[in-house]
């Protein structure tokens, strides 16, 4: 069950993330989860958006670098030790974590949490072989 994330390259300089988030914002798309990482010269923001595929078309129509990349999103209990049982599962299936952010959930006592791999396949077949609930996109929104 794959989600379409949005990263968006931008140089790194002041006012570059209120301008990229103004622009989502004026297509009227709803964020519900999102990461920035940075360098000295450039940062990635990584978006979990309602419509993807409408926020991506529009963004590269502004002539901005952005692609979709499927990631994975699970549900996880607001427990000590829930995220660790996730990343154990994927762990002894030899399936290393490229990057993970969590989000919050409309659903009390869950979170959720976007997970970037290599192998999208090999994990959902893991993490549903141990119960681990998967999210889709529509679930998130």
């Not at 300089?13 to 798309?29: D, H, M, N």
């Not at 399936?95 to 999208?120: M, Q």
């Amino acid at each position: 069950m794959e989600i379409l994330q949005l990263s968006i390259f931008a140089e790194n300089r002041p006012g570059r993330l209120a301008e990229l988030t103004e622009k989502i914002a004026s297509l009227g798309i709803d964020v519900r989860a999102l990461s920035l990482a940075d360098s000295a010269d450039y940062g990635v923001l990584r978006l979990i958006v309602a419509e993807p595929e409408k926020a991506l078309a529009c963004l590269r129509a502004q002539q901005l670098m952005a692609t979709g990349t499927p990631v994975l999103g699970v549900a996880v209990d607001d427990d000590p030790g829930s995220f660790a049982k996730v990343v154990r599962v994927l762990a002894d299936a030899n399936i290393s974590v490229e990057y993970a952010y969590a989000f919050l959930t409309p659903t009390r006592g869950k979170a959720g949490v976007i997970l970037r791999v290599k192998d999208n396949a090999a994990a959902t077949a893991a993490l549903q072989l141990a119960k681990i609930e998967l999210l889709s996109q529509e679930q998130i929104f």
